[in-house]
T-cell receptor
Framework: DAGVTQSPTHLIKTRGQQVTLRCSPK?????VSWYQQALGQGPQFIFQ???????QRGNFPDRFSGHQFPNYSSELNVNALLLGDSALYLC?????????????FGAGTRLSVL | SQKIEQNSEALNIQEGKTATLTCNYT??????LQWYRQDPGRGPVFLLL?????KEKRKERLKVTFDTTLKQSLFHITASQPADSATYLC?????????????FGRGTQLTVWP
């Protein structure tokens, strides 16, 4: 049973560029959340997708957008990259109607903005 | 403002001792509190969940307590081993809205030395 998979593992971009990160949820999960983790900090919630719609959003600008596909996989897009966007981007999946909000995380994508 | 504080950035203990990690929160009313383990370059891995109406939860060498009056959770690892060395994150789940985001502390880095 494959867990949460993310691609790519590492990415280097320059300021102003755009980036797309991808996530495949754990088998049987229908909800995908994205988190940003800066060095030495805890993960910060970006947004969550369920039934191909954004259901919740954290305090992130509109430069951060996403998508969920019918197979539950998801993409995170970041436009007009800033140096401060350098971080580990984590995808987490869960089962919507589960009684416990336990998140299963991927290994993350390390984004460096130069 | 809302805040989650974990007792210290780093905790160093000797093998065989009990590690105690603290998570304090303000201006939250969590329905659940979760603890995750994160190894370098990896995503967080779920360890334990405790509900607001539970005082204590155990799993093998792990124990978590939850005091909603003090707004504090304690996480204990008994008979610690070098393999327990990692960063431990506490996360609050503000259930009451839709299933979704977790609010993370910045984590405590635990090192267990032989």
């Amino acid at each position: 049973d494959a867990g949460v998979t993310q691609s790519p593992t590492h990415l280097i971009k320059t300021r102003g560029q755009q980036v797309t990160l991808r996530c495949s949820p754990k088998s049987g999960h229908d909800t995908v959340s994205w988190y940003q983790q800066a060095l030495g900090q805890g993960p910060q919630f970006i947004f969550q997708y369920y039934e191909e719609e954004e259901r919740q959003r954290g305090n992130f600008p509109d430069r951060f957008s996403g998508h969920q596909f019918p197979n539950y996989s998801s993409e995170l897009n970041v436009n007009a990259l800033l140096l401060g966007d350098s971080a580990l981007y984590l995808c987490a999946s869960s089962f919507r109607t589960g009684s416990k909000n336990i998140q299963y995380f991927g290994a993350g994508t390390r984004l460096s903005v130069l | 403002s809302q805040k989650i504080e974990q007792n210290s950035e780093a905790l160093n203990i000797q093998e065989g001792k009990t590690a105690t990690l603290t998570c304090n929160y303000t201006n939250y009313s969590p329905a659940y509190l979760q603890w995750y383990r994160q190894d370098p370059g990896r995503g967080p891995v779920f360890l334990l969940l405790i509900r607001e109406n539970e005082k204590e939860k155990r799993k093998e060498r792990l124990k978590v307590t939850f005091d909603t009056t003090l707004k504090q959770s304690l996480f204990h690892i008994t008979a610690s081993q070098p393999a327990d060395s990692a960063t431990y994150l506490c996360a609050l789940d503000r259930r009451g809205s839709t299933l979704g985001r977790l609010y993370f502390g910045r984590g405590t880095q635990l090192t267990v030395w032989p």
